[in-house]
């Protein structure tokens, strides 16, 4: 009997390696891994570059504490503010800790402008972490089960839906933020359009409140641009990332800028782990990985190869409702619930998930090659065929 908390509904599986795209089980069976740890394996497995880093890094320090400098978190946040535009950035270990981070700072910010009960809005079928503040800030009631009472101080509205924010605005001044991921990723794989974006970021400065950005699934290159908001040329004044920024080694970062720069100072938040030398020298590996080898390029051009493929594939199949996302973040939704499509996937050596009942996932790593992308449509549309057809 296993003394590990039964937390997950694991498949009955345990990989021993990994080369690029594919995986390899105790078994010696190979899979092509199109989930890539749910976005987090930026640059498929075993990449010389990012091994190397790892590996000489950890031959001279692994971890200090924020107690002293670290030199190569400096050149990190350096990186994250050259891509993005922004100022700031604290180190943190995980996506729910940095919005949780990004959720304290719009506390703050609201609190300074004379706010006694600040109050952020966020979206129908968010995902923005477990903790207890950011299950609050979830949209998913499955989620948020059994863990009342929840954080208060959260307005929920649909999603994309800027006439709802604008009713908000017009009658209730505890709003001091809007906080929403450019895709929602557990949500189905739902896309922002970029109208959409630019006229919230219009009224957030109307309004003299934060626009946060959860970007901790579709940053990092994955839709073609180095973070999500960039496609419409908005800007945010906090942005939130982890999952893909070291390909795989542990770490977040809230990002700031405009009207949020500046408002913690020492004392206000921490981490212990956060931005360790490890965690640096991996994010910065994948920074310069993902330029030198042009991974957004390929991101764009494999993505559609994907989707079109798929959409060619699967023409005129009842139960297909859409086939959506952008980069390497790509969702195929059908008219019923797919669970089981992640079970039957994995027997015949292809990883993905399914998310929001009936959205079939697929996060491949940037380095995903036309060929991988061949194979796994040839994969996945005979296997979505043959469950709408036969259950």
Request: net charge neutral; glycine share 12%; hydrophobic share 45%.
């Amino acid at each position: 009997m296993s003394h590990v908390m039964n937390t997950y509904a694991r498949l009955p599986i345990a990989f021993t390696h990994g080369e690029g795209a594919w995986m390899y089980d105790e078994t010696g069976k190979r899979y092509l891994d199109a989930l890539s740890g749910i976005a987090v394996n930026t640059l498929g497995h075993n990449h010389p570059r990012l091994v190397k880093a790892i590996a000489e890094q950890a031959g001279r320090l692994i971890h200090t504490s924020n107690l002293y400098g670290i030199p190569l978190q400096e050149k990190l946040a350096d990186r994250i503010a050259e891509s993005s535009g922004m100022d700031e950035v604290f180190f943190c270990n995980s996506g729910c800790e940095a919005n949780e981070a990004a959720i304290k700072l719009a506390r703050m910010y609201g609190n300074k402008q004379g706010v006694a009960l600040p109050h952020i809005i966020v979206m129908e079928n968010a995902f923005h972490g477990r903790t207890m503040a950011t299950l609050s800030a979830t949209g998913n009631r499955k989620a948020q089960a059994g863990f009342e009472p929840l954080v208060q101080g959260f307005i929920r509205v649909p999603y994309k839906d800027i006439e709802a924010i604008r009713r908000i605005a017009a009658h209730d001044n505890s709003v001091v933020a809007v906080m929403l991921e450019m895709i929602q990723g557990e949500g189905g794989v739902n896309v922002a359009d970029e109208t959409f974006q630019r006229e919230l970021r219009a009224l957030c400065d109307d309004k003299g409140w934060l626009m946060i950005c959860d970007e901790v699934q579709c940053g990092m290159g994955r839709t073609g641009k180095w973070y999500g908001w960039q496609h419409a040329g908005t800007k945010p004044d906090v942005m939130t990332l982890a999952k893909g920024l070291a390909s795989g080694v542990p770490i977040g970062a809230c990002v700031t800028s405009g009207r949020a720069k500046g408002l913690f100072g020492p004392g206000n938040h921490g981490s212990t782990f956060g931005g360790n030398p490890l965690a640096c020298a991996a994010g910065l590996a994948t920074f310069d990985t993902i330029v030198n080898e042009k991974l957004m390029d390929n991101a764009v051009a494999i993505g559609d190869q994907i989707r079109k493929g798929l959409a060619e594939a699967l023409d005129g199949v009842a139960g297909v409702v859409d086939i959506r996302g952008r980069g390497l973040m790509i969702g195929v939704e059908l008219e019923r619930p797919c669970g089981p499509l992640m079970a039957r996937a994995a027997e015949q050596g292809l990883l993905l998930s399914v998310t929001s009942e009936r959205v079939v996932r697929l996060l491949p790593a940037l380095t995903f090659s036309a060929e991988d992308a061949r194979a796994l449509v040839s994969m996945l549309a005979p296997m979505i065929r043959d469950f709408l057809a036969n259950g």
